[in-house]
């Protein structure tokens, strides 16, 4: 079944800095791609999703590309703020009617002023 | 359009108790799901509904119990709560069209003694 691999948190960065989260998956087909994001509190938002090879998910200044070839789906972000400190989840569709989401364990991103 | 509403945000049971956990949504979407989210294991899947009066077992649903009341209600029973219980439990429901995404509920904090 479908799988995914997500770097280990927490991840600690200073304002401003340059953000990269791994993200791997193993899936049958052609699935969507998803980054959710959990701030404290809350419940999982959806922050970038992509369906295809090569598609490009964005938001918020955040970015996802869907590689194919190497079965990645890493999460960047030119320069993070405070707000952006969360826990983001990588996640995997088997699609259809019944569509099911795969989650990694989730890297809790923590940025300091 | 409030989206997927979960009652009640915390709970606190003793071991052997049961509970309900309400989930509605107002997105008039087919499928819906429940998940249980602990500490550095992500979120999975114990329960899903992909139409009014189907429901389906999912990865981990043992001691739990749902029904799909209609297409918006989709409710999840602890008939007699254990310690192992102790999680944060999510509603999600899906739109029935590519990518799939699926849109989550703030959540149910409870905490079995």
């Known amino acids: 079944g479908n799988s995914v691999t997500q770097m280990e948190g927490p991840v600690t960065l200073s304002e401003e800095a340059f953000l990269t989260i791994n993200c791997t998956y193993t899936a049958t087909g052609y699935p969507s791609l998803f980054w959710y994001v959990q701030y404290p509190g809350e419940g999982l938002q959806l922050l970038l999703k992509?369906?295809?090879?090569?598609d490009k998910g964005s938001n918020k200044g955040f970015e996802a590309t869907y590689r194919k070839e190497t079965t990645s789906f890493h999460l960047e972000k030119g320069s993070v703020q405070v707000s952006d400190s969360a826990v983001y989840f990588c996640?995997?569709?088997?699609?259809?009617?019944?569509?099911?989401?795969?989650f990694g364990t989730g890297t809790l991103l923590a940025v300091q002023p | 359009n409030a989206g997927v509403t979960q009652t009640p945000k915390f709970q606190v049971l003793k071991t052997g108790q049961s509970m309900t956990l309400q989930c509605a949504q107002d997105?008039?979407?087919?499928?819906m799901y429940w998940y249980r989210q602990d500490p550095g294991m992500g979120l999975r899947l114990i329960y899903y509904s992909a139409s009014e009066g189907t429901t389906d077992k999912g990865e981990v649903p043992n001691g739990y119990n749902v029904s799909r009341l209609n297409k918006r209600e989709f409710s999840l029973r602890l008939e007699s709560a254990a310690p192992s219980q102790t999680s944060v439990y999510f509603c999600a429901s899906i739109r029935l069209a590519v990518p799939y995404e699926q849109y989550f509920g703030p959540g149910t904090r409870l905490t079995v003694t």
């Open positions: 992509a369906t295809k090879a090569d």
């Open positions: 996640a995997v569709s088997n699609g259809g009617a019944t569509n099911k989401l795969i």
């Open positions: 997105m008039n979407h087919n499928s």
